[in-house]
């Protein structure tokens, strides 16, 4: 049981999750389930989710894809046991491996190409820009106090083996920088969707996969709508994000 004064219990795919989240502190939100339903993953792959917050985006892919070993890296203690909990809570323990732990300092926490593949929902907020959130625990999840694009891109590039691939989310915004601080690093963008609300909105998220080592050819996927219209109800491709 959980105190409910201080957390919410909360469940994905019709019970089959179950991810308790800190009341007023950080919670997941639509980047988490776009993430983990963008990325494809092969059999027995070694995955890290790097700045893993609650374990949302590690519970999803280990509920799809049963045969991945995945590891979740968050600098902040409470979120880290928190994720503890919640893989404690699926009864996933040999499966998923929470560590708290600095991305900025990665070669201290994980070996060099080690991982078949990567998922990262980072802070993406400049510092000072957007919203600032009163919760300690939401404004460095959220900004980039911590994380910013290139250290999340060079800490990627360290723990992928070659020809391992990455999958990020970022305000569309952000595209260009996203692209630059890849390339640089070596992870050649391979996927790329943007994310709409509704049709004839601007574009607010990208999702983006890139390849350690890969060679020049990027796919532009078809635009994803997560509202069939304005105010109106989830496109059939959002709930399909959420179907077990």
């Known amino acids: 049981m959980v105190a409910q004064d201080k957390y919410t219990d909360d469940t994905l795919f019709n019970g089959r999750i179950r991810c308790v989240?800190?009341?007023?502190?950080?919670r997941f939100s639509l980047d988490a389930i776009l993430l983990g339903n963008?990325?494809?993953?092969r059999a027995d792959e070694k995955i890290l989710d790097l700045g893993c917050g609650s374990g949302i985006v590690s519970l999803i892919l280990a509920y799809r894809y049963p045969s991945c070993?995945?590891?979740?890296?968050?600098?902040?203690?409470?979120?880290?046991?928190?994720?503890?909990?919640?893989?404690?809570?699926?009864?996933w323990q040999e499966r998923i491996a929470i560590l708290q732990g600095d991305l900025r300092q990665i070669e201290k926490q994980l070996p060099a190409g080690r991982y078949d593949c990567l998922v990262s929902n980072p802070p993406y907020?400049?510092?000072?820009?957007?919203?600032?959130?009163?919760?300690?625990?939401?404004?460095?999840?959220r900004h980039e106090k911590m994380a910013d694009v290139e250290s999340v891109v060079k800490a990627a590039a360290w723990s992928l083996k070659n020809k391992g691939r990455a999958a990020f989310i970022y305000p569309a915004v952000r595209t260009a920088t996203v692209f630059y601080e890849m390339k640089k690093q070596g992870l050649e963008p391979k996927r790329m969707q943007t994310v709409y609300s509704y049709p004839g909105s601007p574009a607010?998220?990208?999702?983006?996969?890139?390849?350690?080592?890969?060679?020049?050819e990027l796919e532009i996927m078809a635009p994803f709508y997560?509202?069939?219209e304005q105010e109106g109800n989830y496109s059939p491709e959002m709930e399909a994000c959420y179907k077990p």
């Open 21 to 26: 989240q800190h009341r007023k502190g950080y």
């Open 38 to 41: 963008f990325i494809s993953l």
């Open 69 to 91: 070993q995945i590891t979740g890296l968050e600098i902040q203690a409470d979120l880290a046991l928190l994720a503890q909990k919640n893989v404690a809570a699926n009864d």
């Open 125 to 141: 907020r400049k510092t000072g820009s957007g919203r600032v959130n009163i919760e300690t625990e939401q404004f460095l999840a």
């Open 204 to 216: 607010t998220l990208v999702l983006v996969e890139a390849v350690k080592g890969g060679g020049e």
């Open 226 to 228: 997560v509202y069939q």
